[in-house]
Each structure stands twice: as C-alpha cells, then as structure tokens.
C-alpha cells in the first residue's frame, strides 16, 4: 500500500522537478517526457520495484488522460472561427499524413523482419492512445506494447517535429499543427501549443482525425503487408 | 473562492465527466473510447452554451498545461518489455523515427503548400 502510493508522489515530484529545469534549460534532451520516464525507469531497476507495483500508485496519473482529453474541447470551441475557416486544408492534410503514418509504419516494420504481431502493435501508433490500443486489439496486435510504441511517438515526435518544422521552414500555423497533431498525438498537440493557441487547437483537431481515420483504415492497410 | 479551489473544483467535475462518458460507452457496448466521444459532448454542450465556459475554464487550462505527466507512467511502462526492446527495440526505434519524419515533413508541407494556393486565390 505504501509503495505504490510513494510511486505516485515520485512520479509527481520528478516531473514538477524536471520541468522546472526544462524551463530554465530548454533543451531538446531535457524534455521532461523523455527525463522524467528514464529516471523512473531507473530507479526501479535500481530497487527492483516491479512495474506492477510502481502502475498500482502512478495508474492515478494515467487516469488523467481521459479529462484532460476530453478538455481539447475547449480550444477547438475558442479557435472554431480559426478551424473552420482552414477546414479544407486541415481535413485533406491529415487524411494524407494518417495514411502514410500507417502504410510507412508497417511497411518499414516488414521489410525490417519485425513479426507480424509487432507490426499489427505499430501500425495503430499515430493515433492517441485508447484509440491505438483498441485499434491494435482489434486487429490482433498487443494493446500494452502498443500503449508504449505510442508513447515513443509521443516522445520522438516532441523532438523531431520542430527540428522539421526548421528543416523545411514552415510557417504557418495551420501546417505546424497538422504535422504535430498528425505525427505524435496528444504529446505533439501540448508541444504545438509552445507555437501558439492557433497552432495548439488546429493539432488537437489534427488528433481527433487522426484517431478517427487511424481507426477506419489500419486493418484495411495492414491487410497489404500481412 | 480563490482561483486555486476554483481550478480544482472544475477538475473534479471534468474527471467526473469523462467517468460518466467511460461508463455510457461501457454500457452500451461502444467500442470507441469514451474520451473521444467526450471531446464532441462536450464541444456540443459549449455550442449549446449549457455547459458555460467559464465553468470549465481555469481547469481545462490546468489537464492541458500538464498533459505531458498523465502519460509517463506508460512511458515507464517499458520496463515491462526488457526482452523485446533488446531483441526488436532497435528496429521499432528506425521504424518509428523514419515514419514520423515522413508524416511530419508530408502533412506539414502539405497544408503549408495548400494554406498558400489558397491565399493566393484569395487575392
């Protein structure tokens, strides 16, 4: 009882901790959703602290991804104006970018001889994740390893996504949120709006697409490559 | 009441919101994850101005602000999967990391190349 609940307070702590130095030091390696994660990871190796343990406190923490889902909501209400005048562009560009993010996904995944249950797990990565791991179940992959597969979307698209956005020079703010929102989820959607409300609630629309085709195409795609 | 108790308070209600939308879902054997379809209830309801924003605002600010913490026990979930990140990891990482490069840089260029034709139709 006591252990998972210090878990909990631990996991609260390091990342209040660890984005408070973001701040200070925003650099790319600091970001707290790949710090905070390695140095828990850590510590219950260290310990060893099975996970099952640790998830029995931090489960609290994850519970709060339905609300705070659910409140995307509210930007999409205060920017509609915005949305709705881009509604063409955001609509075609992820319905384009949610069907590359499966066909390369698994694609990569076979020519690199993943087996198949780990390319049914992938494929889903795009979208948030209830809908990735109803999608993986659905389709005969590992909801869990596809829980963590989406998190590391999550993670690398944080990092990769302004270093493209400077790579090809892109400036506007309904194209900084469809590549967030598109490429890494929920996690891409809270970097996107570091650019801005615009390009934050354009990304979380960007999101709820991506969840939506994600979940009417990938056994479609997946069929091709399996 | 201070804005602290203020943001708290909303908190409770929205947790007890997406409760509720998890728990419909559930009882009518919806296989679509109930924060999904809390996101267009709740859009509706703003619409609709039953639910005001004011009652939601100061809380919603607060889930999004730290959105990033209610995903890191899953990341730390990983440890679960020691022998697979050693035997596949490798791969998942190339896998996952050429993909996003390709979505991001299609999707932005996309809708940045669209975003301007129609500016310049505009004009």
């Not at chain 1, 400036?171 to 929920?186: E, I, K, Q, S």
């Not at chain 2, 209830?41 to 101005?49: A, E, G, N, R, W």
Request: aromatic share 10%; hydrophobic share 60%.
């Amino acid at each position: 009882m006591i252990l998972p609940a210090v878990c909990l307070v631990l996991t609260i702590a390091i990342y209040g901790f660890v984005k408070r130095f973001y701040k200070k030091y925003p650099k790319i390696y600091f970001t707290p959703l790949v710090v905070t994660p390695a140095i828990l990871v850590l510590l219950l190796v260290w310990t060893n602290i099975p996970y099952n343990t640790y998830d029995a406190g931090a489960h609290w923490v994850t519970d709060m991804i339905g609300p705070a889902t659910i409140v995307l909501a509210v930007p999409i209400y205060k920017n509609l104006p915005i949305l709705k005048k881009h509604a063409f562009v955001i609509v075609s560009s992820v319905l384009f970018g949610s069907t590359i993010a499966i066909v390369t996904t698994a694609w990569i995944a076979k020519a690199l001889n993943l087996d198949a249950r780990l390319i049914e797990s992938l494929a889903p990565r795009s979208a948030t994740t209830p809908i990735a791991m109803a999608v993986s179940k659905i389709t005969g992959g590992i909801p869990t390893i596809t829980a963590v597969i989406v998190l590391l979307t999550g993670v690398l698209g944080i990092v990769l996504g302004p270093l493209v956005i400077r790579f090809f020079g892109i400036r506007n703010d309904v194209a900084r949120g469809v590549l967030f929102g598109t490429g890494a989820h929920a996690a891409g959607t809270s970097k996107a709006f570091e650019f801005g409300s615009a390009a934050g609630s354009i990304s979380s629309i960007a999101m709820i697409l991506t969840a939506f085709f994600t979940f009417m195409t990938v056994s479609l795609v997946i069929g091709f490559f399996i | 009441m201070s804005t602290w108790l203020k943001s708290a308070a909303q908190v409770v209600f929205l947790i007890a919101f997406s409760w509720l939308m998890n728990l419909i879902m559930e009882i009518c054997h919806l296989n679509i994850p109930g924060s999904i379809v809390g996101i267009v209830v709740l859009f509706v309801l703003l619409q609709t101005k039953v639910v005001k924003l004011e009652w939601i605002d100061l809380g919603a600010k607060w889930l999004l602000a730290e959105m990033l913490l209610f995903f890191i026990p899953s990341a730390v979930g990983i440890v679960q999967y020691k022998d697979l990140m050693l035997a596949s990891g490798l791969r998942i990482l190339v896998v996952v990391v050429v993909s996003i490069l390709v979505v991001m840089a299609a999707t932005g260029l996309m809708a940045e190349n669209l975003a301007k034709a129609k500016e310049t139709n505009a004009s």
